[in-house]
Structures are given as structure tokens and as C-alpha cells.
């Protein structure tokens, strides 16, 4: 069964620090997206980009953040200086839209914990 | 900005029990998806509610659609322990998913 999977499973960097966060969504999906979730507390919503550009965005994806499709299959998040607040599981997701119509579950990857020290 | 509630938080029940979750959500919408979470993985997706009066139906588990009350129900029936896990709904405004705070089942032996 098709999954999106991403990479590394679990970071550590030090705050100030670069990062980038791997995601190879399911080949035929066209939507792709990043949460994320803080430790205990509830999934929130980063970014979604569709057609190489980004679509929606969250107040948390400030400046810090960007997002890149590089190749066609991988989907990137990337972080330029860390803070410890960005400790968090953040999560790759996609889906497939046909047409014009929306619908249709996301799915999700494993994630990846990122903890900033 | 649509804000999506679950009730309870928290959720111990016995084994063999039903018992029923809520969804509210703030603003229309006629598209809901149910999550779980197991500790420390993914969310993996147990329901699309697409439409009003929607009702699906897997194994021990119901959810249901109410677009009108704004409201989703995640009903299970007999529960076993292998249903402990963070429940989370998920309303599709936009491009968006906006989830809810999540209910964490543990089901007691």
C-alpha cells in the first residue's frame, strides 16, 4: 500500500541550527502539507502547497520556514535558525484531488521528531 | 479561524462498554475526518464523513456527520483494549485541516 514516508525519524540539533525535514509524499497525489504537533498538545497546520508553490500557510510558518519539491518526489520543510519552541513532531501529509473537486483523506507519514537543545 | 473541540479530553472506560465521542467545530463545513494516534506515531485515518447526515461504520467504531448542529460523533460500541489511542477529528475548510484537541481513549481490562 502506498505511504508517504519521511526522514530522519528523529532529530537533534542545537538551537540556531539549520534543518530540513525529508518527505516523499505518495506518487500520485498533488497536495502535500506539514504539521505539526508539540508533545501532548493538538495537531496544528503549517503549510500546503500545491502546483510547486505554496497555497495556504499558517501564522506559525513565518520567515524561519520554507518549503521546497526539489526533484518531483521529495517535499521539504525546512527551518533556517532553530528555536527551542520548535521542538515538535512534525508531520508530512498528501492527498490526491481530482478536477476541481476537494475531498478525500490525507495521509499522513510516520513524522518526525524534532527536538531543538 | 475555525476552532474544532472534542469532548472529553480524557476517556477511561471498561472493556466491553459503549461509549461516544463529540466533534463540535465553529463553522460550516460539510467535510470531517476521524484520526487515531497511537504514542509516538502517525495519525492514521479511520473516517471520511463527506456530507450531512453521513454514518460510517468500521469494526467497533461509528462516526457520524451532522453539518447542521456542526457536530460529529465517534460512537464505540463493546470496546476492546486494542481501541486505546488518541482520537482526533479533523475539519476540512479551505486547503486546510483544522483538528481538534483529540480524546485520549484507554480502555481497562
Known amino acids: 500500500e502506498p505511504e508517504v514516508t519521511q526522514t530522519p525519524s528523529h532529530q537533534v540539533t542545537q538551537m540556531g541550527q539549520e534543518v530540513i525535514l525529508r518527505c516523499v509524499p505518495i506518487?500520485?497525489?498533488?497536495?502535500f502539507y506539514w504539521y505539526r504537533q508539540i508533545l501532548g498538545q493538538k495537531v496544528e497546520f503549517l503549510v500546503s502547497f500545491y502546483n510547486n508553490e505554496i497555497s495556504e500557510k499558517s501564522e506559525i510558518f513565518d520567515d524561519q520556514f520554507s518549503v521546497e519539491r526539489p526533484d518531483g518526489s521529495n517535499f521539504t520543510l525546512k527551518i533556517r535558525s532553530t528555536k527551542l519552541e520548535d521542538s515538535a513532531m512534525y508531520f508530512c501529509a498528501s492527498r490526491y484531488l481530482t478536477g476541481t473537486s476537494r475531498g478525500g483523506e490525507a495521509f499522513f507519514g510516520q513524522g518526525t521528531r524534532l527536538t531543538v537543545v | 479561524e475555525l476552532k474544532v473541540e472534542q469532548n472529553p479530553l480524557f476517556l477511561s472506560m471498561q472493556e466491553g462498554k459503549n461509549y461516544t465521542i463529540y466533534c463540535n467545530y465553529s463553522t460550516t463545513s460539510d467535510r470531517l475526518y476521524w484520526y487515531r494516534q497511537d504514542p509516538g506515531k502517525s495519525l492514521e485515518s479511520l473516517f471520511v464523513l463527506l456530507s450531512n447526515g453521513a454514518v460510517k461504520q468500521e469494526g467497533r467504531l461509528m462516526a457520524s456527520l451532522d453539518t447542521k448542529a456542526r457536530l460529529s460523533t465517534l460512537h464505540i460500541t463493546a470496546a476492546v483494549h486494542d481501541l486505546s489511542a488518541t482520537y482526533f477529528c479533523?475539519?476540512?475548510?479551505?486547503?486546510?485541516?483544522?483538528f481538534g484537541t483529540g480524546t485520549s481513549l484507554t480502555v481497562i481490562p
Open positions: 479533523a475539519v476540512e475548510m479551505g486547503n486546510q485541516f483544522y
Open positions: 506518487s500520485n497525489h498533488l497536495y
